[in-house]
């Protein structure tokens, strides 16, 4: 399994570099096993000893305990990665992303802006028509109700 720091690498390199990632996936998941096994109780220990002589309650994470090796794997990942041509990959997507002038950008952007407002327009109608149907539906049933307390109060009149 390819770590989350990894992935862009991995997928940015030709064949040989994904070859080469995924190893590298594999001693990274071998050491952090290893690192959580030893090292990581180890570090607590030393964490909980400088609390009780400090007196702070500072607990140390996982997360932060892995971060430098994190890091080292992910250098690594990158440096294979360069040397298998994901530098060039992203090159392209700058010269693609490069041949937009200022101008088409600022279009684009204009037009994904109307395309948005006409959305929330036609939300916002569809909204008006069903509050509408209920406040008809609303309107109905208390005439009726209305109608209906007229007819018993007729009814309850003495007749003369």
């Known amino acids: 399994m390819i770590p989350e720091f990894m992935r862009k690498y991995y997928e940015g390199s030709n064949s040989d570099g ?4 995924s190893k590298l ?11 959580f096994e030893t090292t990581f109780n180890e570090k607590q220990a030393f964490q909980r000893q ?8 500072r607990e140390l994470s996982q997360e932060e ?10 250098e690594k990942a990158r440096e294979v990665a ?3 041509g ?11 992303a490069a041949d937009h002038t200022p101008e ?8 994904e802006a109307k395309q948005e ?15 509408a149907a209920e406040c008809k539906a609303t309107r109905q049933e208390f005439l009726e109700n209305l109608e209906s307390m007229r007819q018993r109060q007729q009814e309850m009149r003495p007749k003369l």
């Open 25 to 35: 996936a594999a001693d990274y998941q071998e050491e952090r096993r290893t690192f």
């Open 104 to 111: 088409q950008v600022k279009q684009e952007q204009l037009k």
């Open 65 to 74: 305990a892995i971060a430098p090796i994190d890091y080292k794997y992910e």
């Open 117 to 131: 407002q006409r959305e929330a327009q036609a939300a916002v109608k569809q909204a008006e028509q069903a509050q």
């Open 82 to 84: 360069m040397a298998n």
């Open 18 to 21: 994904k070859e080469a990632i």
């Open 86 to 96: 994901y530098g060039e990959k992203q090159q392209q997507e700058q010269e693609q």
């Open 50 to 57: 400088w609390n009780r002589v400090t007196g702070e309650h």
